[in-house]
Nanobody, 119 residues
Framework: VQLVESGRGLVQPGGFLRLSCAAS????????MAWYRQALGKQREWVAS???????SYADSVKGRFTISRDNAKNTVYLQINSLKPEDTAVYSC??????????????WGQGTQVTVSS
């Protein structure tokens, strides 16, 4: 299963951006979808997750500013990022897990997309 991300960009502080991540390939069902980020010189950190049923959870650092959503018909997960701060600068990657068929699981990562917040 391949993941293709889009939405990278250079944004001023206080601005907004929308990231998307589309899954393709042999997909029977998708369970969890999530976003992670990794700033230069730091470890990758979890940002947000969404279940197939639409339940969401967020890291404290982004709660209230980031919104994760998904379109099950399009096998796509989105991350709406508002009120951007310089410390949000990072490479953002999506993670998707599910089933390729009735008995084979998959856990795939996107290639990452750069988000830079700077004036």
């Amino acid at each position: 299963v391949q993941l293709v991300e889009s939405g990278r960009g250079l944004v001023q502080p206080g601005g907004f951006l929308r990231l998307s991540c589309a899954a393709s390939g042999t997909i029977f069902s998708i369970y969890g979808m999530a976003w992670y980020r990794q700033a230069l010189g730091k470890q990758r950190e979890w940002v947000a997750s969404i279940t197939r049923g639409g339940s969401t959870s967020y890291a404290d650092s982004v709660k209230g500013r980031f919104t994760i959503s998904r379109d099950n018909a399009k096998n796509t997960v989105y991350l709406q990022i508002n009120s951007l701060k310089p410390e949000d600068t990072a490479v953002y990657s999506c993670n998707v897990n599910g089933l390729k068929n009735s008995y084979t699981r998959f856990d795939s990562w996107g290639q990452g997309t750069q988000v830079t917040v700077s004036s």
